[in-house]
């Protein structure tokens, strides 16, 4: 008898990058607990660059001081993975999911994370692939479309992945994109002859295709509003 498996979508919109990282640390910790069930943040960011654990900052090709000038921010995380960029137009991912409970180990989580973006960049012809030994994310020949940073702790997820539907691809000439130089970044935008639906209509599909290979049949969507009201203003 197949298991029904249900997963709640938090549909944000434009979420400050640290508020979203308190959300986070706030829900694994009620899914350690099994106060939340599985659930996925589906938002965008204004402009914020990000490190990963391993404070990489010499991939920071700006100094911190002009940041603000070009209006962005940065932000140090405790995920893996180099440096990145979050922005308006890129459909950002959070799953705070138990990977015990769905029987999978953290290198196929990141394998499906890779599969999400390659499916997504199916439905408009584009063919995008895992990237090679030591290059993270998800790319067109040699141009990175999405990216992967992930945080698991005591096997409950959190950050997730980024998919550049149409960002202003001039941010990234400020780093050295998750620590692989020489690479471009490319976009949905960029690398399609299909017409586009909205925004909010990718991220729907991104959701879809996670949503379906990670096993989930039950989606439960919630609304910006719907959840603050839920859960509190400051939650």
Same mark, same amino acid.
């Given at each position: 008898?197949?298991?029904?498996?249900?997963?709640?979508?938090w549909?944000?919109?434009?979420?400050n990058?640290?508020?979203?990282?308190?959300?986070q640390e706030?829900?694994? @910790?009620?899914?350690?607990?099994?106060?939340?069930?599985?659930?996925?943040?589906?938002?965008?960011?204004?402009?914020?660059?990000t490190?990963?654990?391993?404070?990489?900052d010499?991939?920071?090709?700006?100094?911190?001081? /002009?940041?603000?000038?070009?209006?962005a921010?940065?932000c140090?995380?405790?995920r893996?993975?180099?440096?990145?960029?979050h922005?308006?137009h890129?459909?950002i991912?959070?799953?705070?999911?138990s990977?015990? !409970?769905?029987?999978?180990? @953290?290198?196929?989580?990141?394998?499906?994370?890779?599969?999400?973006?390659?499916?997504?960049?199916?439905?408009?012809?584009?063919? @995008?692939?895992?990237?090679?030994?030591?290059?993270t994310?998800?790319?067109?020949? /040699?141009r990175?479309i999405?990216?992967?940073?992930?945080?698991?702790?005591?096997?409950?997820?959190? +950050?997730?992945?980024?998919?550049n539907i !149409?960002p202003?691809?001039?941010y990234?000439? +400020?780093?050295?994109? *998750?620590?692989? @130089?020489d690479? /471009?970044?490319?976009?949905?935008?960029? /690398?399609?002859?299909?017409m586009?639906?909205?925004?909010?209509?990718?991220?729907?599909q991104?959701?879809? *295709? #996670?949503a379906?290979? #990670?096993?989930?049949s039950?989606?439960?969507?919630?609304?910006?509003?719907?959840i603050?009201? !839920?859960?509190g203003?400051?939650?």
């Amino acid at each position: 008898m197949r298991i029904l498996r249900s997963l709640e979508v938090w549909k944000m919109g434009t979420v400050n990058y640290l508020d979203a990282l308190k959300l986070q640390e706030k829900l694994v @910790a009620d899914r350690k607990t099994s106060k939340i069930a599985d659930t996925v943040l589906s938002l965008q960011h204004p402009p914020t660059y990000t490190l990963g654990k391993r404070r990489t900052d010499h991939n920071l090709l700006i100094p911190e001081s /002009e940041l603000k000038k070009i209006g962005a921010e940065l932000c140090y995380t405790q995920r893996g993975g180099d440096i990145t960029f979050h922005g308006p137009h890129q459909a950002i991912l959070y799953p705070i999911i138990s990977l015990r !409970d769905i029987g999978i180990g @953290a290198r196929n989580y990141v394998e499906k994370l890779e599969l999400t973006m390659i499916e997504l960049a199916s439905l408009y012809g584009v063919r @995008a692939c895992a990237g090679q030994k030591g290059e993270t994310g998800v790319w067109v020949g /040699e141009r990175k479309i999405g990216a992967i940073g992930v945080r698991i702790s005591y096997g409950i997820t959190s +950050h997730g992945l980024a998919f550049n539907i !149409d960002p202003d691809l001039s941010y990234f000439k +400020h780093i050295v994109p *998750c620590g692989i @130089a020489d690479k /471009e970044v490319t976009s949905l935008r960029k /690398e399609t002859d299909s017409m586009l639906p909205t925004e909010e209509v990718i991220q729907e599909q991104l959701i879809s *295709c #996670f949503a379906r290979l #990670f096993g989930y049949s039950n989606l439960i969507w919630k609304e910006k509003g719907s959840i603050l009201s !839920d859960n509190g203003e400051n939650r």
